[in-house]
């Protein structure tokens, strides 16, 4: 709060679109169903992504929507649980159950949008602390099939293994996703073309806006400006009031008056946009004016005080 200056912090429907839904129904139903979808990444992290924003997960909008039964299948799961915990006679494994469930639930209450409205749809970086009560509950699980079925307990732990295992064996693969930007866009892909079970970036979430324009400032960089143009432009149908989108697009096209238009937009959607007001100056007919607009927002910008003494 401090460093905010004793503000909460400011997020756009873009990073949030359920908590922006003037429906009642709509954010009871989504805020439900992304706590069950919370659930199914710990129990089936089948496809992840580093952002999770409009578009990666559609808004719960009626009754008849068919991830209302995964919500409530997910909320009675829970209530077993609970009832698991009151009703258990033998103190120790009672007291495994509630600990595992404390450390599953309580941590992901500050997500959950119950108290405070938060930055993002879906971020698996809020399941690392309920991912041990998730742990906790499994392997208690399985002791408690291993001592009801003796006979079975060779196959049972080695089944156990194979399934460790495989997720070890994700794991390893995930983390090479995230050795540099390039990877984040493009490694999975080329590991397993066609599986789910390592999608990340645009393969997992082509209707992520923000993905999308993140793509395209990579292939800016690598001077792929045909990519670059073309994943901006998605980008902006995804989310038209993107103003960094506007602005890095006037950048990399080459006609004059639509890299103009871009930066206008960028301004218009934008007034502040420091970058905007640069560009438009370095290629419009107005150039002294937006170069003191660029410097009255920026009064140290080098580059636009030396252009704005070149031309004055």
């Not at 799961?77 to 609970?82: D, N, R």
């Not at 540099?180 to 493009?186: A, D, G, K, V």
């Not at 419009?284 to 927002?297: D, T, V």
Request: aromatic share 14%.
């Amino acid at each position: 709060m401090k460093i905010l200056n004793n503000s909460l912090p400011q997020f756009s429907d873009q990073d949030n679109p359920a908590s922006f839904s003037p429906q009642l129904k709509t954010r009871f139903l989504t805020y439900a169903y992304l706590a069950a979808f919370n659930f199914w990444l710990l129990l089936s992290p089948l496809t992840l992504s580093y952002d999770w924003q409009l578009g990666s997960v559609p808004l719960v909008e009626n009754i008849n929507d068919f991830r209302n039964m995964w919500t409530l299948l997910f909320y009675i799961i829970i209530l077993l649980i609970l009832w698991k915990i009151f009703s258990q006679t033998e103190e120790d494994e009672e007291f495994v159950i509630f600990a595992s469930f404390i450390l599953l639930v309580i941590p992901f209450f500050p997500a959950s949008n119950l108290f405070i409205t938060v930055g993002f749809v879906v971020a698996e970086r809020i399941l690392y602390i309920p991912s041990l009560g998730f742990s906790i509950l499994v392997v208690h699980g399985v002791c408690r099939i291993t001592h009801r079925c003796k006979n079975s307990k060779q196959i049972i732990y080695a089944a156990f293994f194979i399934l460790i295992s495989i997720f070890t064996l994700k794991t390893l693969i995930r983390n090479k996703v995230w050795h540099s930007r390039e990877t984040l866009f493009h490694l999975c892909c080329a590991i397993l073309p066609h599986s789910q079970s390592v999608k990340s970036g645009l393969d997992g979430m082509p209707y992520n806006g923000k993905m999308h324009y993140n793509f395209a400032n990579l292939q800016k960089d690598l001077n792929h400006t045909d990519l670059a143009i073309k994943h901006y432009q998605i980008a902006l149908s995804l989310w038209p009031r993107h103003a960094s989108a506007h602005n890095n697009l006037g950048t990399v096209v080459a006609n004059r008056s639509t890299a103009a238009h871009h930066f206008r937009k960028a301004i218009e959607i934008n007034p502040k946009h420091l970058r905007a007001h640069y560009n438009l100056a370095s290629r419009g007919n107005e150039a002294l004016h937006y170069y003191q607009r660029a410097i009255s927002l920026q009064s140290n910008h080098t580059m636009a005080l030396s252009y704005r003494m070149a031309i004055q």
